[in-house]
C-alpha cells in the first residue's frame, strides 16, 4: 500500500502563503489521481483540489479557486499545493489522498 506523507504546514499570518508538499512511499503515485482534502474542526473533509496522473487536469473547490494550486512532479512522487491569499477559514487539517491510501495530515493555521 502506498505510504503519503505531508508537509509544510504552519502557522502564517492572513494574506501569507505557505506550501504544502505529499510524498509517496512504499509505492509510486505517478499513475494515480491524487487529492489534497482539508477538516476544520467541527466540519466534515472537505475536497480542495486534484490532479491527474500526467497533471494535465486540475480542479478546486469554489472556496480556493484562484488562490491554491496544486501541481506534481512525478519524478519525486510528490504533489504540491501551493496555498497563496490565506484567509482564517483556511484553517484546516489538510491531508493528501491516492487509491485508497491517506497521509496522517499537516495543520495549516491562519491567524494574526
Known amino acids: 500500500q502506498v505510504q503519503l506523507v505531508e508537509s509544510g504546514g504552519g502557522l502564517v499570518q492572513p494574506g501569507g502563503s505557505l506550501k504544502l508538499s505529499c510524498a509517496a512511499s512504499?509505492?509510486?503515485?505517478?499513475?494515480?489521481?491524487v487529492n489534497w482534502y482539508r477538516q476544520a474542526p467541527g466540519k466534515g473533509r472537505e475536497l480542495v483540489a486534484n490532479i491527474n496522473s500526467d497533471g494535465s487536469s486540475t480542479s478546486y473547490a469554489n472556496s480556493v479557486k484562484g488562490r491554491f494550486t496544486i501541481s506534481r512532479d512525478n519524478a519525486k512522487d510528490t504533489v504540491y499545493l501551493q496555498m497563496n491569499s490565506l484567509k482564517p477559514e483556511d484553517t484546516a487539517v489538510y491531508y493528501c489522498?491516492?487509491?485508497?491510501?491517506w497521509g496522517q495530515g499537516t495543520q495549516v493555521t491562519v491567524s494574526s
Open positions: 512504499e509505492f509510486t503515485v505517478s499513475s494515480a489521481t
Open positions: 489522498n491516492a487509491y485508497l491510501s
